[in-house]
C-alpha cells in the first residue's frame, strides 16, 4: 500500500479575478518535487475566475418558498435529518432554515441545478457559500479536467518539475464495496454522479454510515485509479482544514454574525489553503 507525506500550502485568500494560476505557481515554487500531487479546491479556483453567484439579487418564485419554509425546515429538520444521523445541533439549524436568505438559495439552485439537488441539504448541486462572504455562492466547474490540464502543464514547464494535479470538491463520494457514487454533478471518471437523484443517493449513504471521501473531479498528469484517486483526495482534505467552516452556518457562527453578514475582511483573517502537496514517502 502506498503511503504519502503532505504539506498544505498557505496562500493569500483568492477573490474574483485573481490569477490563481501564477498564484498556484508562487506558491509552490521550491516545495515541490518529481513527482508530486498538487491537491487544489474547486472552490478556490471558481472563486478566482468569478464563477459565482449574487444571492441577494435573485427573485425566490413560490417553489423556492415552499423549499425553504417548508422542505427544509419540516421535511429535512425532522425524519430525513434523523435518518442521516445529524447531530440536535444541525438539527435545530434546520428547523429555523432561514425563510428570505433560505428561498433565494433555494431560487438559485433550481434555476442551476434542477429540483433533484433543490431536494438536497448542503452544497446542492456542487453550488456552496460556506468560506465565501455576503450572499455569495461558488458554482461548479464546467471544464475541470481542462482547468487541471493547464495548471499541470503551466506549473511543470515554468517549474521544471514534473508534477500532477488533482482538483477535488468537499462534496462527498460515499464507497459500497466497490460501488462508489455521489450526488453531486460531474465527478472523477470512476464514480458515479447521481445528479437528479440527489436526495436518495445522499440519504443512503448518511442513513447506512458508508464511508466517505471528498470528491475528486480531475486528473491531470498520469492515469490514476479511483482508488487511489480517493486516498490522495482523502489525504489532502483532511490536511487542508475546513477554512472558516464546513457550512454556511459554521461560518456565521465563527465570525459571530449573521450567514449572510460576512465580510471579505473577516474572510482574509482565516488561514488559507486552497492547495495541497501530496508526495509518496
Known amino acids: 500500500m502506498t503511503k504519502y507525506k503532505v ?12 490569477d490563481y494560476l501564477s ?19 474547486e472552490k478556490a479556483i471558481s472563486t478566482a475566475i468569478s464563477n459565482i453567484m449574487d444571492e441577494n439579487k435573485i427573485t425566490a418564485g413560490t417553489n423556492a418558498k415552499f423549499l425553504a419554509g417548508y422542505w427544509m425546515r419540516i421535511v429535512w429538520g425532522y425524519p430525513l435529518g434523523v435518518l442521516c444521523h ?65 495548471i499541470q502543464k503551466e506549473t511543470q514547464q515554468r517549474l521544471g518539475k514534473l508534477i500532477y494535479v ?14 462508489y457514487f455521489t450526488p453531486r454533478p460531474h465527478p472523477f471518471k470512476g464514480i458515479h454522479s447521481f445528479n437528479q437523484f440527489a436526495l436518495l443517493s445522499y440519504v443512503t449513504g448518511k442513513f447506512l454510515k458508508l464511508r466517505e471521501n471528498p470528491t475528486p473531479l480531475a486528473v491531470a498528469g498520469l492515469q490514476l485509479d479511483i482508488i487511489e484517486t480517493l486516498k490522495i483526495a482523502n489525504i489532502a482534505d483532511k490536511a487542508r482544514g475546513a477554512g472558516s467552516g464546513a457550512t454556511v452556518w459554521d461560518m456565521a457562527s465563527h465570525f459571530h454574525v449573521q450567514v449572510n453578514s460576512v465580510t471579505w475582511d473577516m474572510l482574509f483573517q482565516i488561514e488559507h489553503k486552497p492547495l495541497v502537496i501530496v508526495r509518496k514517502a
Open 7 to 18: 504539506l498544505p500550502i498557505t496562500t493569500k485568500f483568492w477573490v474574483p479575478k485573481d
Open 23 to 41: 498564484c498556484i505557481i508562487k506558491a509552490v515554487a521550491g516545495k515541490i518535487t518529481d513527482g508530486d500531487f498538487i491537491v487544489i479546491s
Open 86 to 150: 445529524f447531530g440536535q445541533r444541525l438539527l435545530k439549524r434546520l428547523r429555523q432554515y432561514p425563510s428570505e436568505h433560505g428561498s433565494k438559495h433555494k431560487q438559485t439552485i433550481l434555476e442551476q441545478a434542477g429540483w433533484g439537488q433543490a431536494l438536497m441539504f448542503g452544497s446542492e448541486g456542487a453550488i456552496d457559500g460556506s468560506n465565501l462572504p455576503y450572499s455569495l455562492v461558488s458554482l461548479p466547474l464546467k471544464n475541470a479536467q481542462e482547468t487541471a490540464e493547464q
Open 166 to 179: 488533482i482538483i477535488i470538491d468537499t462534496d462527498k463520494t460515499y464507497k459500497f464495496g466497490n460501488f
